[in-house]
């Protein structure tokens, strides 16, 4: 019984932190240049490789596509007798070629990818900027100020911590009971402080702060951009985003009055409204609390580096900017068979509804960057299929206020330990603390 015993916690044990992690079967794609980049008209060679536990598969049947990014023009099956082969390719004028490499084994498919850039210094979006978008969006912050914040602070006790103390908040926006919610950290002890607004990616879920830099002295609010509180349960969210929250970055397309973004983006600045208040006329459980005046950053990926690129662009209070991976750029640029912006309107639609066209420059992240006066960072990667690297680079050769860019190639849509400590350091360092 005392063996039985042993070898049933043997079996809980293992079944407790064994996990799957990975594959077997890997495929490499890899380009001849360090740094992924390359001239216009110069030939890119990309070594393909397909092993099994690091070692190469003799015979490997991979079928590729070979192109600019989201427009292959090649499209070819091909057999690896030593498991790794070269596959050549170029472009004649500033863009990414992209290869990506599908290897068929033991009845399954496995994935590599590789994107080089081609003189993306010199990418120029197609993206153009209504004569009134600078009218349209003053107005659109005038009318939102017409009805006042009123904020809410339910304070959090499980959340806090003894230097930070966290607040599920919540502020009208641009009418009567319309509100945007998200969690607030601030430093316990009474001062002024810079502070930072975290914006969020696409989809509908729960928000759980920023204890971490508020702890070094920083007044952090991250938001939701739907209007409901941020502290439910995942499942809450999920029936949302399936239901009256589906699809709901194509409402109001094809008019700039009634697009879902119009909210988004005046709430998102009316955030920094909230954040100028506290100390004054918003004073969560008595905190004294307050934002210096003067060092004020936004940051977000995806959906909430477009946000960035949108709350910089319209808020002069906005002191610095951390862009990721900034999706919502240069939608027209399929229109001309160049990679767009997630979430890709028009890719693949030879015959867009005209109206949604003009009316979709109005939430162009690129028109924003146009309007950005203050330091920005930009990051992102070269293997991104969500947020292509040809409307990234294109948006930041936009910018004329001092930039500063880093790639890291080899991410997709998503981000590498090293890639988020040096954007958080980045951050820190423009708004003044020292880490």
Known sequence: MRHFLLLCLMLLGMSASAQIRGTEITVTVTPDHKDWTYKTGEKVNFTVSVLRSGTLVDNAEITYDLGPEMYPTEHKDLTLKTGQAT???KLTKPGFLRLKATAHVGGKDYEGMCTAAV??????PFAEKPADFDAFWAKALEEARWTALE???EFLPERSTPKVNTYHVSFQNDRWGRRVYGILNVPTMPGKYPALLRVPGAGVRPYGGDQWTAAKGVIVLEIGIHGIPVTKEQAYYDQLFTAALADYWTHGLNDRNKNYYKHVVTGAVRANDLIAALGHEANPMGSQVEWDGKNLAVTGSSQGGFLSLAVAGLDKRVSCYGAVHAAMCDHVASLHKVACGWPHYWYNNENPDPREVSE???YDGVNFARCI????WFSFGYNDD????????ATYNTVTAPKEIRPYQLTGHFWYQEQWDEWQAWLLKHLGVNE
């Open 87 to 89: 596959i050549s390719g």
């Open 386 to 393: 969500v947020v292509p690297p040809t409307t990234a680079w």
């Open 151 to 153: 904020p809410t602070f």
């Open 373 to 376: 006066t203050c330091p920005g």
């Open 360 to 362: 979709g420059a109005y």
């Open 119 to 124: 003189s993306p210094e010199q990418l120029k």
